[in-house]
C-alpha cells in the first residue's frame, strides 16, 4: 500500500471519527431534549390538574352557595305565613322543586296512638291519616334524630321504597319524619350536600306547621307538653284539607 492510499484511509478514518463524534453528541443532545420535553409534559399535566382541582373547587363553591341560597329560601318561605294549609302547600313545593321529590309523605308523631299519622302526601303509598310502621330505617331516625339516606334509591322500607327519610325536630325531640319514596326523573339521586338541605328543613318544618296550626287556633303559647295537647287536632286539620282537595 503506498503513501497516499495509506493518507487516504486515514483521511476516512479521521472523518468517520468525526461523524461518529457528531452523532454522540448529537444523541446526547437529543437525550437532553427529551429529558426537557419530559419534563415539560408533566408541569403541563401537572398545572393541568390544577386547574382541574380549582373547577372542582369553583363547583363545589357554586353547589354550596347555591345550597345555602336554597337554605334561605325554604326557611323563608316556611315562615312566610301562619295559615296551616299554606305552610303544608309550601313544604310540599320545597320537597317537589328544591330536593327533586317525586312522591312522598309528612308524618306526625301521635303519643296516645304510639305512632306516626300521616299528614300530607304526594304520590305516596301512604295515605293521609294513616299509620305509618315505626320499624327499619324510620325507626332508627325516630331514635337516633339523624337523617337517613338510602345507599340505593329505591330500597324497599316494608312495603314500600324509601329514598330517604328527615326527622322533623322541635323543643329538643323527633315529633315526625318526612319519607321521600322516589326522585324526579332529573334527579338521579341524593348527593351528600342534600343532607343539609334535610337536616334545615327538619329542623324548621314542624316548627312551621304547629306555628301554623296555633295561631289558626288562636292560642298561641308556650306551654310544657303541647305537642301531646295539639297533635290530635293537627292530623284531623290535615285529614280534613286532603278530603277537602280535589
Not at 492510499?5 to 443532545?29: D, P
Not at 426537557?36 to 386547574?51: G, V
Not at 334524630?145 to 324509601?162: F, K, M, N, R, T
Request: aromatic share 6%; charged share 25%; net charge negative.
Amino acid at each position: 500500500m503506498d503513501d497516499k492510499t495509506s493518507k487516504e484511509i486515514q483521511q476516512v478514518n479521521e472523518s468517520l471519527s468525526g461523524l461518529q463524534e457528531r452523532v454522540r453528541l448529537l444523541e446526547e443532545e437529543n437525550r437532553v431534549l427529551r429529558r426537557e420535553i419530559d419534563d415539560t409534559k408533566r408541569q403541563i399535566n401537572a398545572i393541568e390538574k390544577e386547574n382541574w382541582d380549582f373547577y372542582d373547587l369553583y363547583i363545589l363553591v357554586e353547589r354550596q352557595n347555591k345550597s345555602l341560597l336554597n337554605l334561605h329560601v325554604a326557611s323563608q318561605r316556611l315562615h312566610s305565613t301562619l295559615g296551616f294549609r299554606d305552610v303544608i302547600k309550601v313544604l310540599e313545593e320545597l320537597l317537589s322543586n328544591l330536593v327533586g321529590s317525586e312522591s312522598f309523605a309528612i308524618s306526625l308523631h301521635q303519643p296516645q296512638a304510639g305512632g306516626l299519622v300521616v299528614i300530607s302526601e304526594v304520590g305516596s303509598p301512604l295515605r293521609v291519616g294513616e299509620g305509618v310502621p315505626m320499624t327499619g330505617p324510620i325507626a332508627r331516625v325516630l331514635e337516633s334524630g339523624d337523617v337517613y339516606i338510602s345507599e340505593h334509591v329505591g330500597v324497599q322500607a316494608d312495603d314500600y321504597p324509601l329514598v330517604a327519610c328527615i326527622p322533623l325536630w322541635l323543643a329538643g325531640q323527633v315529633v315526625g319524619v318526612i319519607t321521600i319514596h322516589s326522585l324526579l326523573v332529573q334527579k338521579p339521586g341524593v348527593e351528600a350536600i342534600d343532607r343539609k338541605l334535610f337536616e334545615h328543613l327538619g329542623e324548621h318544618a314542624a316548627a312551621a306547621i304547629c306555628a301554623a296550626h296555633l295561631f289558626s287556633k288562636s292560642r298561641l303559647k308556650e306551654e310544657k307538653g303541647w305537642w301531646s295537647e295539639h297533635v290530635d287536632e293537627i292530623i284531623i286539620q290535615a285529614s280534613n284539607m286532603a278530603d277537602a282537595s280535589p
